[in-house]
């Protein structure tokens, strides 16, 4: 199975008073990383594109993707790093309109790290999901996964990350 490997850096606003990341903070870091793997960006902006990065941004989009739903689980507090964290993601499911995005947050690795591979095994930060669903931005009705879509991320495909509760 593979996943891909996103850098994602920590920023001071995220901390809390205990001097970890904050919960909601947290899903802002799960959505640099969607970000990131989903949304097509200019070689200029982040070197080789990424194997899923298909979908166009912005006020000239034709698609918007809109969150339907999202479930995380914290396993243990996340302090500041200045090497970034890598969010291990991949896809939980693809529906006709719809996918789930699956998350676990580990430490970095100073060295850098292969944006796609294995799971690493480790014990995660946290475990997350968050329910897509692909919108036409004309209509504002959901639209049907292309073929393109669905060939690039088929790949990403596994298991639906499994919470303990």
Do not use: K
């Not at 970034?84 to 939980?92: A, D, H, K, N, S």
């Not at 529906?95 to 799971?119: I, K, M, N």
């Not at 995660?124 to 690039?152: F, K, L, M, N, Q």
Request: hydrophobic share 40%; proline share 8%; glycine share 8%.
């Amino acid at each position: 199975m593979t996943r891909l490997h996103v850098p994602v850096h920590t920023r001071w606003s995220d901390l809390d008073a205990y001097q970890h990341v904050n919960n909601v903070a947290m899903f802002g870091l799960l959505e640099d990383a969607r970000i990131t793997a989903f949304w097509r960006h200019t070689a200029d902006e982040v070197g080789e594109p990424w194997p899923t990065a298909i979908l166009d941004t912005g006020p000239h989009a034709t698609s918007h993707t809109l969150v339907a739903g999202q479930q995380i689980e914290y396993l243990r507090p996340l302090a500041f790093t200045r090497t970034p964290v890598r969010v291990e993601l991949w896809i939980g499911q693809i529906g006709g309109a719809s996918l789930q995005v699956c998350y676990e947050v580990h430490d970095g690795d100073p060295a850098g790290f292969p944006r796609t591979g294995p799971a690493s095994g480790a014990q995660p930060y946290v475990r997350a999901s968050t329910s897509i669903v692909v919108v036409d931005a004309a209509t504002g009705r959901p639209r049907r996964i292309t073929p393109e879509e669905r060939a690039a991320w088929a790949q990403f495909v596994e298991d639906p990350v499994t919470f303990r509760r």
